[in-house]
Structures are given as C-alpha cells and as structure tokens.
DNA sequence: CGGCGTTGTATCGTCTATGGCACAACGCAA
DNA sequence: TTGCGTTGTGCCATAGACGATACAACGCCG
C-alpha cells in the first residue's frame, strides 16, 4: 500500500506539551541572544513567541533568563534546565525517528497462551513471544528490522542462556547493501522472511551472503502484537 | 526532570495524512455501517466527516463502499484496503507507543571514529557503535531497555559470531519486578548502569538477582546517539 | 538626561479546522 | 407516488492559533 508513517513528538508536563515547534523557538532564542530576535528569525510574531515561553515555564519551570534594559536592552539566556529539555527532545525525537525509518517484518498468528502483557504467538514462522495488548487472538505481529541479531549457528546463544526469548533458524536468501548499513532477509520457513538491519561490518564477520545458515534471535519485550480485523 | 514523551502518527500518502482522527472516523464507519451514524455517534458533524473521507481517498485510493437510497436509505462499508490501512496504523502506532513507554538510558560520549551513519562513541562505560548523525562529535548515545538482551557469561555469544555490535560485562545490581516484564539494572562500570527490559521468566531461567554476573548485549542499528549541547 | 533595544502586555485581524444547517439527489419499500 | 434515511454539497458560525501593531517599562550608555 506503500503509506509512510510519520510522527509528531512532544514532551508533556502540566497538561502543557512541548513541541517541535517551542524547541525552534527555544533554539533560535539560544542561539540569537534575545527573545525579540529569534521571534525575528523564526519569523513569527514577538508578542506570540514571548506568551508561549511563559507558558512553558508554566510548567517546565525556568527556561530563559530575561533581562530588559542595560547595554544593548537587554537580551535572553537559555537556563541549564532548558537547555537538558532540548537534549532530551532530541533523544526522544531520534529513537522516534528511528522506528519509522527501520522497516519491519510481520507476522500474523494467534495467541495461544497468554500472561499478563507477555503472549505466546502461534505464527506460520513457529510461535513468538510478544507484547500483546490484552483481549485479542488473533493478532499481528511485527519485528522490526533493528531488533533482530543474527548468529553465527555454532555460537548462537543457547535459549537458556540469553533473555532473548525469540530464535529462530534460517538461511541467508538476500543481502540488501547500503553503506554501512544493510538489510540481510533470512528465510526461517519457506516462504516465509525476517530482515535483519545490520552493519556492514557484521556482515562481513560474520560471512553472510546468500545460503548461509544463522540464528536469528529477537527479546519478546522488543516485538509487539496488536489486535488484527477479523474480516 | 519528569516529563513524559508523546506522540502523534499518522500515516502519509501524496501529501495526505492519516490522523487518529481518520481512524477513529473509518472504525466509526466500520461499526456503525453507515457514515451518518458513524459521525453522529462521534459527536462530529456528518458535512466534514463526509469531505473528509473524499479527501482520504484521494490520495489512499477507495476506502469506504457507500451507497445511497435503498433499503434503509444506503449505507456505508470499509474496503478492505481500509482494512489494511488500519491494521498498519495501529501496528506503526503500537511501536510509537512501545518506544514512548520504555525507559532508556542515556550516555554521553565523544565521536572518536565514524564511518557513514555509524560511528564509534567513547563513553565512560567503553566504546559504543551506534547509528549517529553527521556532522557531531560530542553526543548522547541512548539505549532503549528493551534493545539490551542479557546472557549467561558461559554462554554469551562471542563478538565474533553475533551482529551485536555491543557487548558489556557487567553485575546485576537491581531487578524491578512488574508482572511479566522486570527492569534489570545491570553495573557495566562502577557507578555506571545500564537498564534491559526481560520478561519474568527470563529472570528465573537465567537466575538474575542482584550479584549476578551478565553479559549486556545490544545492537549498533537499535543505539542511536544525537548531538549534544557543547554548553 | 535622552536614546536605544530589549521585555512585557493588550488589542485587533486573519487563517484554519471544525460543527451547524439547509437542501438536493438517490433508490427501495410501503 | 410518497416516505424515509442515506449520501453529496454549499454556506455560515465558532473557536483556537497566530501574526501585526501599539505602547509602557526597563536599564545601561553616551
């Protein structure tokens, strides 16, 4: 159907959500010394940007030191704690980013045994354990490409061994290169393919090209079910 | 600081977004069979939801079977198309969700090698390979907790057979238990801790309790480090 | 002491998203 | 043929977000 997903992210506090929007303003106060002037070069009203930084504060505590009046009028200053907010938006933003670019297998199955969050996935693959919303059986579920680690199968960890609860036997069938990063598709059933997103670097460690055997391992807090239309 | 990551997805085609809102609105459609009833029970008025769903299929293709006059005066039904749409708005949803509610922890490190996207962080807990963006050095390096998979010392894949680029010797200092799922602090340095998600069972069968000696293991394509405020 | 550029505050106009409403078109059933 | 509940369409009202403008307060500096 080829959509592609996008996302807005902010940070709440009070009721009160910083958005992509507010960590502009707060860089570009950072960076041009006064209120007015970011206001200026985000080309958006004063009166607008300086209400919103008292909003904010409202709730995330102080954020810019202003002083008016003195050599040059005055001038704005971003405090330490906004200065952590910006960071941590930033984080949140990149791991968000980082879902939606990574792409994911999925698979549909049906809950055959089910404990509090954690389920037991009957799927074509073999059975998987997930995160699953609760009152659901038949379900999909989706692995993304980040979280699958491949091993060499003399040296896969053992299942008592590793918390990763999901393995699964395959055999390298495609080697989608990038420049440092690669998708490597593994076929665990006829038919039936996992793409892992690894370096270039393992891929050749580990010697994977087409036909190679490994063990594809993937945590069941890593890989989550959602209710499927039972159309 | 406190504050809480949230998130808006939407699924995008030809300039087009899918929002919570259209969901909600096809789920309405779906339900109640008809889009008149389905905007009523939504408390919406029935004039936008109508030109909204035209819009919708404008850019996502036919997405609701609508019928006029007749039996009960027409009605209205799903395609599946807009079936399938909602299933991955839900699946893209539920890993938006996963990565908002799962903790992470965070390092702060020093670019000292980078090859592409990838590159090499020196940290106070070692070196880290992670997905990085251009044109930084000092940087925060986050590791989700459910990315982290711990093993057996005996039994931990050696670096040369695995793609996980990560791997630290450490202590369990802490485990948190919920339900199903525990929290595992794990001690990679003196005073530096490093957090994985595991199920419950993964606790018993690989017996953490506080003392234990584990073996962290994490994926460079699932850490992702940002720029850093050089303040 | 006046000038200057800033911060604060109030008011107004605009744009956009949305609900409210009116009315035509439709097609089956009584 | 009439009635009915739906879809389709147009127009207006309302609320919220935002820019534009104006003006007071501030405090150093020449």
Redesign the interface.
């Given at each position: 159907?080829?959509?592609?997903?996008?996302?807005?992210?902010?940070?709440?506090?009070d009721g009160v959500?910083?958005t992509v929007r507010d960590r502009e303003l707060l860089a570009a106060i950072d960076e041009d010394g006064s209120l007015n002037a970011a206001a200026e070069s985000l080309g958006r009203s004063y009166a607008h940007a300086q209400r919103r930084v008292v909003e904010l504060e409202d709730a995330?505590g102080s954020l810019v030191d202003r002083s008016r009046g003195g050599g040059g009028g005055g001038g704005s200053e971003l405090t330490?704690?906004a200065?952590?907010?910006?960071?941590?938006f930033?984080?949140?933003r990149?791991?968000?980013a980082?879902?939606a670019e990574?792409d994911?297998t999925?698979l549909s199955g049906r809950v055959i045994d089910r404990?509090?969050?954690?389920a037991t996935v009957e799927t074509a693959a073999g059975r998987i354990?997930a995160?699953t919303?609760p009152d659901c059986t038949e379900v999909?579920v989706?692995i993304?490409?980040?979280?699958v680690?491949?091993?060499?199968p003399?040296?896969?960890?053992?299942p008592?061994?590793?918390?990763?609860?999901n393995r699964f036997e395959g055999e390298v069938v495609g080697v989608d290169h990038g420049?440092?990063?690669a998708r490597v598709t593994v076929a665990v059933e006829p038919g039936l393919h996992l793409t892992?997103?690894?370096?270039v670097?393992?891929i050749e460690?580990?010697g994977l090209t087409p036909g190679t055997a490994v063990v594809a391992?993937f945590?069941?807090?890593?890989t989550?079910?959602?209710?499927?239309?039972e159309?």
């Open positions: 159907m080829d959509v592609s997903p996008d996302f807005d992210v902010q940070l709440g506090r959500a910083l995330f330490d704690r200065r952590e907010l910006l960071a941590t930033d984080r949140v990149a791991e968000f980082g879902v990574t994911e999925v404990d509090g969050e954690l354990r995160v919303p999909g989706t993304r490409a980040d979280a680690t491949l091993n060499r003399a040296e896969a960890p053992e008592g061994g590793t918390s990763a609860r420049e440092t990063l892992a997103l690894v370096t670097e393992s460690r580990l391992t945590k069941a807090t890593a989550r079910a959602v209710a499927r239309a159309s």
